[in-house]
């Protein structure tokens, strides 16, 4: 057995196969502290796409476990015909992405040292294959009805960092929520980040829970000057 283990722990693309089979959490965080071996091989083509820092094109679509874990609000289903569910159940769905919710995820006590420029999940995918294409829509629960307005992000390749930085800033207007549609149909694009604002008042997030967002600008210039958004009324 002894001689069986050091063969696998000596042998790079044993060793690969091996630490393929971890936990992300592990594979992340605690395997390349083992050894500068161990180290440089987390970094082979196969656990970069084991960790979603590279696309797996070959892959089922799979949400990032380690994501889904860190990022709740973001990876709850919730009903995506929301005008039909207040029809059937006279209230439209709770949605997950809330100040409230944010400030209460997993890493929530330490804002600080999570939000780092250089933070890992910030590069990791949110899903593999890579997420290409994402539908943005907004809704204003007006008085006098509904009012949509929507776009499309196209050649993407998401990351959670740009998921993160484009959702979370619709937080700043009162009574604001968002979710995440991932869609099974390739028609409708891989996901859906859809805001709505409601009258009323509700938290605000702190500000330490915001990244510099540097980089959802620039995708937020895309949504305002590169794509058209298509406004539309419902009553």
């Given at each position: ?15 690969e196969l ?55 609000p973001f990876f ?160």
């Amino acid at each position: 057995m002894t001689a069986a283990k050091d063969t696998v722990i000596s042998a790079p693309e044993l060793l690969e196969l091996t630490l393929a089979q971890l936990p992300m959490r592990d594979l992340l965080a605690t395997v390349p502290l083992v050894s500068r071996m161990w180290h440089a091989i987390t970094l082979s083509p196969t656990l970069q796409r084991t960790l979603f820092f590279e696309p797996d094109p070959l892959s089922e679509p799979t949400q990032n476990p380690l994501l889904v874990e860190l990022f709740p609000p973001f990876f709850t289903a919730t009903p995506e015909d929301a005008q039909e569910y207040e029809r059937c159940f006279g209230r439209w769905p709770a949605w997950p992405g809330t100040a409230s919710t944010i400030m209460l995820m997993p890493w929530s006590k330490a804002p600080n040292t999570f939000k780092r420029k250089d933070a890992s999940w910030r590069r990791m995918l949110v899903m593999q294959p890579p997420a290409k294409t994402m539908m943005i829509m907004e809704t204003r629960r007006l008085r006098y009805g509904d009012h949509h307005r929507r776009a499309v992000l196209q050649d993407l390749s998401l990351c959670m960092g740009d998921l993160f930085d484009l959702a979370v800033p619709w937080l700043d207007y009162f009574a604001s929520s968002f979710c995440i549609h991932w869609h099974h149909d390739m028609d409708q694009g891989d996901l859906t980040l859809a805001v709505r604002y409601t009258p009323g008042s509700s938290p605000r997030l702190e500000k330490k829970f915001y990244t510099d967002g540097t980089r959802a600008n620039e995708l937020r210039d895309r949504i305002d000057l590169a794509v058209k958004w298509e406004t539309f009324n419902h009553v």
